[in-house]
């Protein structure tokens, strides 16, 4: 019915679609793995259920709420509206202070309790990332 070139060009056309269509998914899957998704206290105090996914928190440390002891380090990020409790245990950045802007990520261990694995405030004083400007807005 077909001849053989007919058959070889739908082989070779049937398997460079299985090879994209695979190929995609897994970028797809890579992808969806490493996204870190940016919450501000107030969308904590919202949402439904704590996720066990990384994520990033942001706002401002709030002021006389820094505790250090020997390699934990424990403070307040707000937003002014909400607040979270922080737990870090590291090396804390040059810029880290009381009433200055931070970014934290990690886990969330309950709607008060935030796990940091790292501290994100490698900027100047006058720089704000951008949604933590907009969360402190109020969006």
């Known amino acids: 019915m ?19 269509s695979l190929s995609v998914f897994l970028i797809i899957k890579s992808l969806e793995d490493n996204v870190i998704y940016f919450k501000s206290p107030s969308d904590l105090k919202t949402a439904a259920e704590i ?19 020997e390699k934990e380090v424990k403070f307040i990020v ?5 607040e979270i409790n922080v737990i870090y245990s ?5 810029l880290f202070a009381e009433g200055k802007g931070v970014v934290a ?14 501290i994100l ?8 990332p951008p949604e933590v400007k ?6």
């Open 2 to 20: 077909y001849g053989r070139k007919v058959k070889l060009r739908f082989f070779f056309v049937f398997l460079i679609f299985i090879i994209l």
């Open 51 to 69: 996720e066990k996914k990384k994520i990033r928190i942001g706002g401002m440390v709030k002021i006389e709420s820094i505790l250090i002891k």
């Open 78 to 82: 707000t937003d002014y509206k909400n």
């Open 90 to 94: 590291g090396v804390i950045p040059n």
């Open 105 to 118: 990520e990690g886990f969330l261990k309950d709607e008060n309790l935030f796990l940091a694995t790292k």
């Open 121 to 128: 405030a490698k900027h100047d004083e006058n720089y704000m």
């Open 134 to 139: 907009k969360a402190l807005e109020g969006k």
